[in-house]
């Protein structure tokens, strides 16, 4: 990528400033959009469930009011003053739909994140360190949950459990997740822990316990992050095709991937229900990737210079 | 060689197994009477049909029994039939494979074809303007999800152009070549965005380091035009790369068709394991799955061993 260049062209740039405002400084402007997106995408999924705690007092329009029942707007209106963005096919108002439809994707997404920094980091972590015995389990077991293509494995379960609820089907992609974050942790943990300062800790005498934590695992979190950002966007997209099929979190509540099955149905008339979620969830996925290869760039450097 | 070859074969089993113990599990671990979950919910007032399944199945026996005996079956090729629709799961699965194989070998091949100049050209000129614009469109390409670009493919290439249908497949046998790739083509093209954004990528940062070593500047000072070394010095190491991601992707293709053969209604597996799902047909749920991720384990360990047969180095090992 282009903006790979001015970061490799000043690596001294990084080591003048300190925090973390000046990371978003030296930003490409490209980066800096899509944090800029993240950023709104997740303001918004917060507002609105503030929206729903009050009883919808919030400035914004109820995504489950449908104006042609009891007046107020018509199905698949183009973009007005009232209804920015148009409405859907039952004339709902769209832009409200999408803003609450932010929270599925992102309450998803923030799980398998998680779980898979807290538990698959340290689990790979430990085995990584302990190496072994209980590698070669743990190690086989995460293999044995690759070796599912991750689609058809999520959609057995979501179909044979009937699992529907938001916390069921988070939890689900969250356990699913970990493995990958397990590898990752391990691969990077053998590296670190062949360096000197590891040998150092360990020939002065330092318990193995502490390494793993003040010397091993804060050496991984990086590259665990700079995974964890495009991991993002991919489970984003993986819940954005379970509810386009209908078998994540049920309608009327609104998911970016049920909103673009239900405009399906009329999309001989126009595309604006579907073209809305879809830029949506290209948007936000494109802006994960772009932060995680930025990230990912920077791990690298900081790596090579350690 | 043949240590790794047994190495490798051994893995391949132990992995199956564990696979066929995971799916098997996925139905077992249903909560209440297994007979319920296999019939329709219409035939559950039929206290006769669910005891003669009960004794046809010998659901009575220790799970570990019916997981030997399924197990035993499904290396036999029989993976047991649907109560729902009365269709043998192998049979389905046999009808509907070629659609599926077809369109994740066509993806894969689309990805391949396009990604290999793309991303030759981008390392040649790091930096420069194909450079640019091509990291743009590779991040939009490894963005946009399949499904919404199928969907956007329709209205375009089916409402508002009128060139391409947006359902239906024609069987090569039936209707020959050109016909079968116009319904093929759309779907393809979708499946193909995401593996062709990572070839290219891949590609070009593999090249960025070929194109840096000695032997690339020694036939440059031989006076060679810039077209051939790219070809043949430049690409031809990075090529062992390509194979190995191209191989995996297949592997993976096959699980990604199941929405894009949805949209596209077409006669696939993917289109029977969702249908399986939306009925809620366990056995089918599980031979699909099953299948699926044996042909997903059983493709991976062949890209293993083609990239060992390619690459002389770590063959002599």
């Given amino acids: ?306 | 060689m043949g240590k790794i070859l047994a190495a490798r074969l051994a893995r391949l089993v132990a992995t199956l197994f564990a696979v066929s113990l995971l799916t098997f599990l996925l139905v077992e671990q249903l909560p209440g009477d297994p007979v319920t979950a296999l019939l329709p919910p219409e035939a559950l007032h039929d206290l006769e049909t669910m005891e003669r399944i009960r004794t046809e199945l010998r659901l009575d026996d220790p799970a570990l029994v019916r997981y030997g005996r399924w197990v035993t079956d499904a290396l036999q090729g029989d993976l047991g039939k649907s109560y729902i629709t009365d269709q043998r799961v192998a049979d389905a699965i046999r009808d509907r494979i070629p659609v599926t194989m077809e369109l994740a070998l066509l993806a894969t091949v689309i990805a391949a074809v396009l990604a290999i100049p793309i991303g030759a050209f981008s390392a040649y000129r790091e930096g420069g303007r194909f450079d640019r614009v091509m990291s743009v469109f590779t991040t939009a390409s490894l963005s946009i999800p399949a499904f919404v670009a199928a969907i956007f493919f329709i209205w375009l290439f089916t409402l508002k152009f009128n060139w391409l249908p947006s359902t239906g497949w024609n069987r090569i046998t039936d209707k020959g070549l050109l016909a079968n790739l116009k319904t093929a083509i759309l779907p393809a093209s979708a499946l193909a965005l995401a593996p062709l954004a990572i070839n290219a990528r891949l590609i070009r940062a593999d090249m960025i380091g070929t194109l840096k070593e000695d032997y690339i500047l020694s036939a440059r000072a031989k006076g060679l035009r810039s077209r051939y070394i790219l070809m043949r010095h430049a690409l031809r190491p990075s090529s062992l790369t390509a194979i190995t991601i191209f191989g995996l992707q297949f592997g993976a293709l096959i699980g990604g068709t199941v929405v894009i053969e949805t949209i596209f209604a077409l006669p696939g597996l993917g289109t029977r394991l969702i249908s399986g799902i939306y009925q809620r047909d366990v056995t089918m749920i599980q031979g699909i799955t099953l299948f699926v991720a044996t042909v997903y384990v059983v493709v991976n360990l062949l890209v293993d061993l083609l990239y060992l047969l390619l690459d002389p180095r770590i063959r002599r090992q």
Avoid at chain 1, 47 to 52: A, K, S
Avoid at chain 1, 76 to 101: A, F, K, Q, W, Y
Avoid at chain 1, 269 to 296: A, C, E, H, K, Y
């Fill in chain 1, 1 to 306: 990528m282009s903006e790979s260049k001015d970061i490799t062209g000043s690596p001294d740039a990084k080591s003048k400033g300190n925090g973390r405002l000046s990371a978003v400084k030296e930003m490409p402007f490209f980066v800096k959009c899509a944090l800029f997106w993240l950023v709104f995408i997740v303001s918004a999924a917060i507002y609105t469930r503030l929206d729903r705690l009050f009883g919808q007092a919030l400035p914004l329009q109820d995504p489950f009011y449908q104006g042609f029942l009891f007046g107020g707007a018509s199905p698949v209106e183009g973009p007005s003053l009232d209804h920015l963005l148009g409405t859907d096919i039952l004339s709902r108002d769209n832009l409200s739909r999408l803003l609450h439809g932010a929270w599925v994707s992102l309450a998803v997404a923030i799980t398998v994140v998680s779980f898979g920094i807290v538990f698959g980091g340290l689990l790979g972590a430990f085995v990584g360190y302990a190496r072994g015995r209980w590698e070669t389990l743990v190690m086989g077991i995460m293999d044995v949950v690759l070796a599912f293509p991750p689609l058809v494995l999520l959609l057995a379960l979501v179909a044979i459990y009937k699992v529907r609820s938001l916390p069921v089907i988070a939890l689900v992609f969250g356990v699913l997740g970990i493995p990958t974050y397990v590898r990752i942790a391990r691969a990077n943990t053998l590296g670190v822990a062949s360096r000197e300062f590891v040998q150092a800790a360990e020939a002065i005498g330092t318990k193995r316990i502490w390494i793993l934590f003040r010397e091993i695992i804060p050496n991984i979190l990086p590259s665990l992050f700079a995974y964890a950002l495009i991991n993002a966007g991919f489970v984003i997209v993986i819940e954005g095709t379970l509810s386009y099929l209908g078998l994540s979190v049920q309608i009327p509540e609104p998911t970016w991937g049920n909103m673009i099955n239900e405009g399906r149905r009329d999309i001989r008339r126009t595309i604006l229900p579907i073209f809305w979620p879809g830029l949506f969830l290209t948007l936000t996925v494109v802006s994960l990737n772009m932060l995680g290869d930025w990230f990912q760039q920077r791990v690298a450097i900081r790596s090579s210079a350690l």
